[in-house]
């Protein structure tokens, strides 16, 4: 019954009047699934009928004014999706097996996986559209859609928005999108996949080997966070108050590291674990950025981090772009100012 809710959701359509429900697909195997799910569960059978906008397609369309009053009952969305508001329902949410179920066919409709162009790596991606007037409804299905895929120990990206496009109606529409992250691949294959959509599944294999492979970079590396349970990048915040832990920050990437030219990468290398882990720990606490490991060099562990706002910001405290011109740049007066900056500073720079 998720299944063909969730075909109904995604490619599917329920009749605003309730009259009857269809599903619009390109795939056979997709058509046939259906079919045989409807069948299967109310033992109505379809007529068919050519569908409707770009490349050949076909509608399997029940007439049954029972049967889909019973599907918007249970959480199928009527009419036009871009323009109502709807969720995930509670009770598909409630159970693993209707939330993979679900899911496989969520991405099989709305899903795609495609190859980089400069990297040997795959995006595993979702979108939809959503009429701008309804977005924060758009956001929490999208959420709903994201917590399922976490409880099955699979990472996603935050939510990007597309540029939108005037409907035919006149309303403005806009593109919901998330990606599974690289590292959780095999997870999703094994839990989700594409459905019955053979063509992206063979492609959702090659992406799993691909997120599978040892990574150079993670060998001996020092973990910093739960390899496992790497916790979702929010937006950096930059610090409203200078604290003694913010100048213990500006002395690690002082006298242990430095930023790069653009501004884009800023880190140290050290090969004390306890002051790795500090370091990580204050960008963190202070910056809201999670450092997921420091990577293995000879003898010391270089811990980087990317952030253009932090990195601008330890320009404005006046670190540049080269240790030489960094160590004859002034300290910042929120530091010699407070004694108890000064001290935690102190102690950075007359480590050996």
Known sequence: ???????????????????????????????????????????????????MGYGKSTKCIFGSSPVARFLNSIGAPKGNKVLTVFRVPAWIKADDEFSRAYLSVAFQCEGYVHKSRYFNSFDVA????????????????????????????????????????????????????????????????????????????????RAAAVANRPRLCEQDALWLTDRNTLPERWRVALPTEHDADLARFYGYVLKYG?????????????????????????????????IPFARKRRHSYTCIACSVKIGRWLNEQGLTHGRERSALSSMPQWITESEENLAAFNAIASQT
Not at 264 to 285: C, M, N, W
Request: proline letters at 1%.
């Open 258 to 290: 430095n930023i790069t030219l653009d501004l884009r990468q800023f880190y140290i290398t050290s090969p004390h674990q306890k002051l790795i882990g500090d370091f990580a720990r204050i960008v963190r606490e202070k910056f809201g950025l999670v």
């Open 1 to 51: 019954m998720a299944k063909i809710v969730a075909y109904v959701t995604f490619d599917g359509h329920l009749g605003k009047n309730l009259g009857r429900f269809y599903l619009s697909s390109s795939n056979d195997d997709a058509i046939e699934d259906f079919r045989k799910l409807v069948k299967k569960k109310f033992g109505l059978i379809p007529r068919y009928e050519a569908g």
């Open 126 to 205: 979702f979108h939809i559209n959503k009429c701008v007037d309804l977005l924060d409804n758009g956001i929490a299905f999208v959420n709903d859609l994201r917590e399922m895929l976490g409880w099955l120990g699979i990472l996603t990206t935050r939510i990007g928005f597309h540029k939108g496009n005037l409907r035919k109606d006149g309303k403005l529409a806009k593109g919901l999108i998330f990606s599974v992250r690289s590292r959780s691949c095999g997870v999703f294959k094994d839990q989700v996949g594409f459905g019955v959509d053979a063509e992206k599944n063979n492609l959702l294999d």
